[in-house]
Antibody, heavy 119, light 108 residues
Framework: QVQLQQWGAGLLKPSETLSLTCAVY????????RSWIRQSPGRGLEWIGE???????SYNPSLKSRVTISVDTSKNQFSLKLNSVTAADTAVYYC?????????????WGQGTLVTVSS | EIVLTQSPGTLSLSPGERATLSCRAS???????LAWYQQKPGQAPRLLIY???SRATGIPDRFSGSGSGTDFTLAISRLEPEDFAVYYC?????????FGQGTKVEIK
């Protein structure tokens, strides 16, 4: 089973860019989908977007204008950038994996990173 | 997008009792692409059930899922102390993938 380890800045000011990275250990290097999901008391669990083994991305329409997900296959890592953050973006952010196809559950998760946006 | 509504919000039960959690979708979840996750404080969610009724690897058989279309159920036959947690349903039939708001199973 895939294991995920994530890291990134935990405290941001409004208007800054959130940047997180997730390293992938094990699993297949084809037929996968890597996602970012966030969780906050007000919004619950919210899927942000995903990138597949071909580099094709898909984003939640609610965040699409501010999100970029990219992959570095040489390092087995993928990353999230969310620009122009506000206090509403304060949440625990998770990376997650789906094997096989886009229509598959999230079968592995990172440990989570608390990101706080405050002036 | 498909909105998932879970009920009840909180379930207060004793160890050994049966828990029944509900997840209702705002539109039909095709191919029963419905999953259940368990989350404990300070941890990431863990996949329990996928395809509405298939247990994920390593999940005990006291956990079972059922349902189709818009109505789904997660049952825990006999609650063990480690089962007290928050449970979420999630649909993966139509993007954006969405989650329910969760049901907390607490010790009575």
């Amino acid at each position: 089973q895939v294991q995920l380890q994530q890291w990134g800045a935990g405290l941001l000011k409004p208007s800054e860019t959130l940047s997180l990275t997730c390293a992938v250990y094990g699993g297949s290097f084809s037929g996968y989908y890597r996602s970012w999901i966030r969780q906050s008391p007000g919004r619950g669990l919210e899927w942000i977007g995903e990138i597949n083994h071909s580099g094709t991305t898909s984003y939640n329409p609610s965040l699409k204008s501010r999100v970029t997900i990219s992959v570095d296959t040489s390092k087995n890592q993928f990353s999230l950038k969310l620009n122009s953050v506000t206090a509403a973006d304060t949440a625990v952010y998770y990376c997650a994996n789906k094997d096989y196809s886009s229509t598959w559950p999230f079968d592995s998760w990172g440990q989570g990173t608390l990101v706080t946006v405050s002036s | 997008e498909i909105v998932l509504t879970q009920s009840p919000g909180t379930l207060s039960l004793s160890p050994g009792e049966r828990a029944t959690l509900s997840c209702r979708a705002s539109q039909s979840v095709s191919s029963n692409y419905l999953a259940w996750y368990q989350q404990k404080p300070g941890q990431a969610p863990r996949l329990l059930i996928y395809g509405a009724s298939s247990r994920a690897t390593g999940i005990p058989d006291r956990f079972s899922g059922s349902g189709s279309g818009t109505d789904f159920t997660l049952a825990i036959s006999r609650l063990e102390p480690e089962d007290f947690a928050v449970y979420y349903c999630q649909q993966y039939s139509s993007s954006p993938w969405t989650f329910g708001q969760g049901t907390k199973v607490e010790i009575k």
